[in-house]
T-cell receptor
């Protein structure tokens, strides 16, 4: 099994450009989420989904959009990139449960907005 | 609101030293889960341990051990006889237990950078 696959691994954008970070998992996990990692701040939740067709905002959702049309895929869209969105982005998936299930993370996408 | 504090930003030790990484958490829930993840220089996140709030037994796995104390809201991680390969960023995280439609949201601490020198 591939687990959680994120593409691309690296990306440079100009301010104002839009792009989609891809995330796919092959473990049939109901729960998927996106985090961003910034120095000194750990990982912060951007958006999450508890199943196909259901998404919700996390701690830092502004400037990002998500959709979940299938169980496997959970893309993250940057609508109009800003330098403040320079970060490392991680997608994660886990079994649905009342909290406490292990999250499996992708390899991360390092995004630079110039 | 939930919060995880890892007060140690960076720790440097010499190989074979023991090192403890501190984690203090805040939550109003009586049922919750605590995690430790390792992020080596390659960048991926590696799951190390999960502990639920009703299980205060300490756990040992090889050179790793975890001390969970509800009385002080702490979940500390000790590496015995550290090795260069232990050099990484270590994250402590907290997840509430709640209705399944809220998913499995993790709140992370800022992380502790551990440097083990040979």
């Amino acid at each position: 099994n591939a687990g959680v696959t994120q593409t691309p691994k690296f990306q440079v954008l100009k301010t104002g450009q839009s792009m989609t970070l891809q995330c796919a998992q092959d473990m049939n996990h109901e729960y998927m989420s996106w985090y961003r990692q910034d120095p000194g701040m750990g990982l912060r939740l951007i958006h999450y989904s508890v199943g196909a067709g259901i998404t919700d905002q996390g701690e830092v959702p502004n400037g990002y959009n998500v959709s979940r049309s299938t169980t496997e895929d959970f893309p993250l869209r940057l609508l109009s990139a800003a330098p403040s969105q320079t970060s490392v982005y991680f997608c994660a998936s886990s079994l649905q449960g009342s909290g406490g299930t292990e999250a499996f993370f992708g390899q991360g996408t390092r995004l630079t907005v110039v | 609101a939930q919060k995880v504090t890892q007060a140690q930003t960076e720790i440097s030790v010499v190989e074979k030293e023991d090192v403890t990484l501190d984690c203090v958490y805040e939550t109003r829930d009586t049922t919750y889960y605590l995690f430790w993840y390792k992020q080596p220089p390659s960048g991926e996140l590696v799951f190390l341990i999960r502990r639920n709030s009703f299980d205060e037994q300490n756990e040992i796995s090889g050179r790793y051990s975890w001390n969970f104390q509800k009385s002080t809201s702490s979940f500390n991680f000790t590496i015995t006889a550290s090795q260069v390969v232990d050099s990484a960023v270590y994250f402590c995280a907290l997840s509430e237990a709640h209705r399944t439609e809220y998913g499995n949201k993790l709140v992370f601490g800022a992380g502790t950078i551990l440097r083990v020198k040979s």
